[in-house]
C-alpha cells in the first residue's frame, strides 16, 4: 500500500508546486527534471531507490497533467471574446438566490465557447424555477473566473468554474430539458429535503440544520452567520465531512452485521449522499478515504491511513488540478495529516504520563485522564497544520 502513497504523494506535490510556485509555462521543463532526477536516482541503493523513483516519476506525471489542464481549460477559458453573445447550455444546480439575483451554475454547450461550466448571475424572476437538466439559450457577456475584483482569485477554477457572466435581462429562454436529466436525481432528492426542513425547522435553526445536513451553507451566508462561526473558529462544525459518512455507514452497520455487506451497500450510497451534500472538498476527502477503508477488506488489504489521505487528494486533484487553490480543500487534508502525524504520538505521551502502566486509580479519575488525553491530542492534531493556514489565508486566528 505505501507504494500508492508515494505515487500519490509525489503527484499530488507537483500539482501544488506548479499551482503556487511554478509560472505556468513552467510546468513541462518541470515535468522533464522530474525524469531526469528519477534516472538519477538509479544510483541510490536498494529501497530508498525505488521510493524516490516512485515519487519523481509520480511528480513528472503531475506537472504535465498540470500543464495539460492548464492548455485545455484555463487557455481557452482566457481567449473567449469580451462581448455580448447567444449562448446554449445546461443547468447543472439548483439556482442560488440572492436579493435581486439568482445564480446558475451551466455547463456551456454552444459550439464556438470552450465545453465547461460557468457561473451565470441573472435578474429574471423566471430563472429561479430552473432545475438541474434544463436547457436553455441566453445573450451573454463572459470573462475568466480567474479575475474577481480586478483581483486574481482561485475561487472558482477550484470549483471547476472556468467563465463567470451576466445574462441579458429579458434574454434567458427555457428550451427544453435534457434527455439523461435522471442522472440529476441525488440533487433532486437534497431539494426536496431542504423544502422539507424549511417547513420542519424554525427560522433560527433552518440555517444550521440545513448546513449539517446537506451541506447547503446558503442560508448561513444570507443571514451572516458565517461571520461569527468563522471568527470564534467553529466555522468547520457545519461542514459536511467525515463525521457525516461514519454516521451514515455506522447506521447501516446495525442492519447488515458485517463489514462486507456493509461495504457493498455502503459505496453507491455514500456516493449518492456525496452528490446529495454538494461534492465540497471536506465531505470528497471523507468519502475517498472511507471509500479505501471498505475496498480494503473485499480485496483482502489491510487499510493505510496516509495512503488513504495521499490517495484521496491526488483524487480529487486529477480530476481538478486547480483544487489546489481551494482554502476548504487545504484545511480539510491539513487537518487530517495532523490527526495522523501529532495526535497518535501525543496521545502515546499524554497517556503514559497521566496513567502510567502499573498505576491504581480509581474509575472515575481514570476516565477523566483518559478522556483529557484523546480529546487533547485529537483537538492539537487537527490544529497543528491547519492553524498557520487558517493566519495565511484569514490574516487572523480565533
Not at 500543464?67 to 471574446?81: H, K, Y
Amino acid at each position: 500500500m505505501r507504494k500508492l502513497a508515494y505515487c500519490a504523494g509525489g503527484f499530488s506535490a507537483a500539482i501544488f508546486l506548479a499551482h503556487f510556485l511554478l509560472p505556468g509555462h513552467w510546468a513541462l521543463p518541470a515535468a522533464l527534471a522530474a525524469v531526469v532526477l528519477a534516472l538519477a536516482a538509479l544510483l541510490l541503493p536498494g529501497a530508498p531507490r525505488r521510493r524516490v523513483m516512485l515519487a519523481l516519476l509520480s511528480a513528472a506525471i503531475g506537472f504535465g497533467w498540470y500543464a495539460a489542464a492548464s492548455a485545455a481549460r484555463l487557455t481557452p477559458a482566457e481567449a473567449v471574446p469580451d462581448e455580448l453573445q447567444t449562448l446554449a447550455g445546461r443547468v447543472t444546480e439548483y439556482p442560488a438566490a440572492y436579493e435581486h439575483s439568482c445564480g446558475l451554475t451551466v455547463l456551456l454547450t454552444s459550439p464556438d465557447v470552450p465545453h465547461c461550466r460557468a457561473r451565470l448571475y441573472v435578474s429574471d424572476t423566471e430563472a429561479a424555477a430552473l432545475r438541474p437538466g434544463d436547457e436553455i439559450t441566453a445573450e451573454v457577456k463572459l470573462r475568466p473566473s480567474t479575475q474577481r475584483y480586478g483581483a486574481e482569485t482561485d475561487a472558482y477554477i477550484s470549483k471547476g468554474i472556468y467563465l463567470i457572466g451576466n445574462i441579458k435581462e429579458g434574454s434567458l429562454v427555457h428550451t427544453g430539458v435534457w434527455a439523461h436529466s435522471r442522472l440529476y436525481w441525488p440533487k433532486t432528492v437534497a431539494h426536496a429535503l431542504k423544502v422539507s426542513a424549511q417547513a420542519a425547522f424554525p427560522a433560527d435553526v433552518l440555517p444550521f440544520a440545513q448546513a449539517l445536513m446537506l451541506g447547503d451553507k446558503t442560508a448561513l451566508y444570507a443571514q451572516d452567520l458565517d461571520i461569527p462561526l468563522s471568527t470564534t473558529g467553529i466555522m468547520h462544525t457545519v461542514a459536511v465531512s467525515g463525521l457525516h459518512l461514519a454516521f451514515l455507514l455506522g447506521f447501516l452497520r446495525l442492519f447488515t452485521g458485517n463489514r462486507r455487506t456493509t461495504a457493498i451497500i455502503g459505496l453507491p450510497l455514500m456516493i449518492v449522499f456525496t452528490v446529495m451534500a454538494g461534492g465540497s472538498p471536506s465531505v470528497l476527502r471523507a468519502a475517498f478515504m472511507t471509500a479505501l477503508v471498505l475496498f480494503a477488506p473485499l480485496l483482502g488489504r489491510e487499510n493505510d491511513p496516509p495512503t488513504s489521505l495521499l490517495t484521496a487528494l491526488a483524487v480529487l486533484l486529477a480530476a481538478n488540478p486547480f483544487a489546489a487553490g481551494s482554502v476548504s480543500l487545504q484545511l480539510s487534508f491539513a487537518s487530517m495529516a495532523g490527526l495522523f502525524c501529532v495526535s497518535g504520538a501525543l496521545h502515546r505521551a499524554l497517556s503514559a504520563r497521566l496513567l502510567p502502566a502499573g498505576a491504581k486509580l480509581p474509575r472515575l479519575r481514570r476516565n477523566v485522564r483518559a478522556f483529557f488525553a484523546a480529546t487533547t491530542a485529537s483537538s492539537v492534531g487537527a490544529m497543528v497544520f491547519t492553524v498557520p493556514l487558517t493566519a495565511l489565508h484569514f490574516g487572523n486566528i480565533s
